[in-house]
């Protein structure tokens, strides 16, 4: 089982809404997917048990975080990937939550507000030595969103693909789909493309 945290303090970055999106492309490439929530405001949760599906999976209980490697030991005979959202904050256990993963992912919205908080981020990812890789979120087609790319791509790997301020993602938050299984083809095409890439980064 390999393991991706969706990590970045700053609040409302788009760290559910890509566990959310990420998790049901890959369990639609055929990945039997785990999601946790370890923000305890349960929005990951909350999209899920509004989900017709039972695909991705959630445990009846997330874990306290300390309890983390212990369950993904446990997890690993029934599933092949598993997707962890984090709150908007740096507790005590991140560091240890981040050391167990195969791969953090950083989602970063193309403000000046966001690319000041991400250093903190970044930060904690280096002390932790693990792979990761930013993925612009929330992107408006503007300036603004390349300069971003620009910046980020000085600390490290950025998806080649942005996720764009969408009406679908909003949407699905209240529905418990993944935009890929909504009318809106250029979200569900642009959720295929960071998948595929997230894949390759996994792989390699
Ligand atoms: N690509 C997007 N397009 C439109 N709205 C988005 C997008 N990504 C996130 N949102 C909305 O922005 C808010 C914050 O996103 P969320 O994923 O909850 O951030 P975080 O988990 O990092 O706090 C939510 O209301 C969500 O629906
Ligand atoms: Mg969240």
Redesign the pocket.
């Known amino acids: 089982m390999q393991t991706i945290l969706v990590s970045s303090q700053k609040?409302g970055s788009g760290?559910?809404t890509l566990v959310r999106n990420l998790s049901v492309a890959a369990t639609g490439d055929g990945r039997s997917v785990l999601c946790l929530d370890l923000?305890p405001?349960g929005?990951?949760r909350g999209w899920w048990e509004s989900r017709d599906a039972d695909t991705p999976a959630m445990l009846d209980r997330d874990p306290v975080p300390e309890a983390l490697r212990a369950t993904l030991e446990a997890a690993k005979a029934q599933f092949d990937l598993c997707i962890i959202?984090t709150?908007?904050a740096a507790p005590g256990w991140l560091s240890e939550a981040l050391s167990v993963a195969d791969l953090v992912l950083i989602p970063v919205k193309p403000s000046p507000d966001d690319l000041r908080a991400v250093g903190a981020t970044i930060a904690a990812v280096d002390a932790a030595n693990v792979p990761f890789a930013f993925a612009l979120s929330q992107t408006p087609r503007a300036r603004i969103t390349e300069e971003a790319a620009r910046v980020l791509a000085q600390h490290g790997r950025v998806a080649p693909v942005n996720i764009a301020q969408r009406v679908a993602y909003a949407e699905t938050g209240a529905t418990g789909q993944g935009v890929s299984e909504t009318t809106d083809d250029k979200a569900a095409a642009e959720i295929a493309a960071v998948w595929s890439y997230v894949k390759g980064l996994l792989n390699g």
């Open positions: 609040g760290k559910t923000d405001q929005s990951l959202d709150p908007p």
